[in-house]
């Protein structure tokens, strides 16, 4: 592909919402939390990843309390990138039946489909804190890092919140604009991406 290629669109950028006023501050500010997240996590995996090698390598033995840390941020990355591919409609698609409902029925239908996502969402996020709650109560901990199992988890509760809401903004948008989004900023639509050898 040609570098100057128009139909390509770039979405690493600055995440600017669809959305207006609050909902839309909202919107930005959990984006941005989510790229943090998501940054942090995986430079840290690599760095953590880059030690332990050259430990093992140098020393004949690796770092103890790697593959806890790894661990960790693995259930980090994961919960914080639900919400990341939701944000930028890269969620998994099954279209067959949505691509031959016109215009009209697949609004209903996204707003349908966003709304039910986002009750799941949250219905996940609730299980998930009650999942934490029994980790406290056993008082588990890490054998390598010393520290309470059920901390490494707190990431999924905050994950499948951050995704719910993030439907729940689609859902709204999809209210209050003619077009249909998959997420707050991303139109329903298919882009013609590839090209000739």
């Known amino acids: 592909m040609s570098e100057n290629s128009p139909d390509l669109?770039?979405?690493t950028g600055t995440y600017e919402s669809g959305l207006p006023g609050f909902l839309g501050t909202i919107d930005e500010g959990i984006a941005k939390l989510e790229a943090v997240m998501l940054a942090v996590g995986v430079l840290l995996m690599a760095v953590n990843t880059c030690i332990n090698v050259i430990a093992r390598f140098v020393f004949g033995e690796g770092l103890f309390f790697s593959g806890e840390i790894n661990r960790i941020l693995i259930i980090l990355i994961t919960f914080a990138g639900i919400g990341y591919a939701a944000r930028h409609?890269?969620?998994?698609r099954m279209s067959a039946i949505y691509d031959a409902i016109p215009p009209k029925g697949r609004k209903v239908l996204m707003i349908f489909i966003a709304l039910f996502t986002s009750v799941v969402m949250f219905f996940l996020c609730y299980h998930s804190?009650?999942?934490i709650e029994t980790l406290y109560s056993r008082g588990r901990i890490l054998p390598?890092?010393?520290?309470?199992?059920?901390?490494i988890y707190i990431w999924a509760p905050i994950g499948f919140a951050i995704t719910g809401i993030q439907y729940f903004l689609t859902a709204i948008k999809n209210l209050t604009s003619k077009d249909v989004y998959l997420s707050t900023g991303v139109i329903d639509g298919y882009s013609d991406s590839e090209s000739e050898v």
């Open 89 to 92: 409609g890269r969620h998994i």
């Open 129 to 131: 804190y009650g999942y």
């Open 9 to 11: 669109e770039d979405d």
């Open 144 to 151: 390598a890092l010393g520290f309470e199992i059920w901390w």
